[in-house]
Nanobody, 122 residues
Framework: QVQLVESGGGLVQAGGSLRLSCAASGRTFSSYNMGWFRQAPGKEREFVAVIRRSGITYYTDSVKGRFTISRDNAKNTVYLQMNSLKPEDTAVYYC????????????????WGQGTQVTVSS
């Protein structure tokens, strides 16, 4: 069992930056692939980025070049650095943990956090 707690959300102007953090419980954090998802009002949850155990990363096209996912296994924490934010990035952001890699980077997550709100004003 893994518990995930996100933090770092807030209100920022377009063009600004935020760094989200997701702290995980347990001693096996390094064995999980860690992902970030987001859900905007009235929309389905969508995949944002994932970092595998190996450190390989994948991003959805809309955030490539602006967002960076990273992990610190010593701190049991995964980060999402978000730069050049746009109003369309406004959403609740969730982190998720995956035990077994799926062919689809957006699928097969086993544990989810409660989310943190990110609001980007124009």
């Amino acid at each position: 069992q893994v518990q995930l707690v996100e933090s770092g959300g807030g209100l920022v102007q377009a063009g600004g930056s935020l760094r989200l953090s997701c702290a995980a419980s347990g001693r096996t954090f390094s064995s999980y692939n860690m992902g970030w998802f987001r859900q905007a009002p009235g929309k389905e949850r969508e995949f944002v980025a994932v970092i595998r155990r190996s450190g390989i990363t994948y991003y959805t096209d809309s955030v490539k070049g602006r967002f960076t996912i990273s992990r610190d296994n010593a701190k049991n924490t995964v980060y999402l650095q978000m730069n050049s934010l746009k109003p369309e990035d406004t959403a609740v952001y969730y982190c998720a943990a995956q035990q077994r890699w799926a062919v689809d980077p957006s699928a097969g997550y086993d544990y989810w956090g409660q989310g943190t709100q990110v609001t980007v004003s124009s």
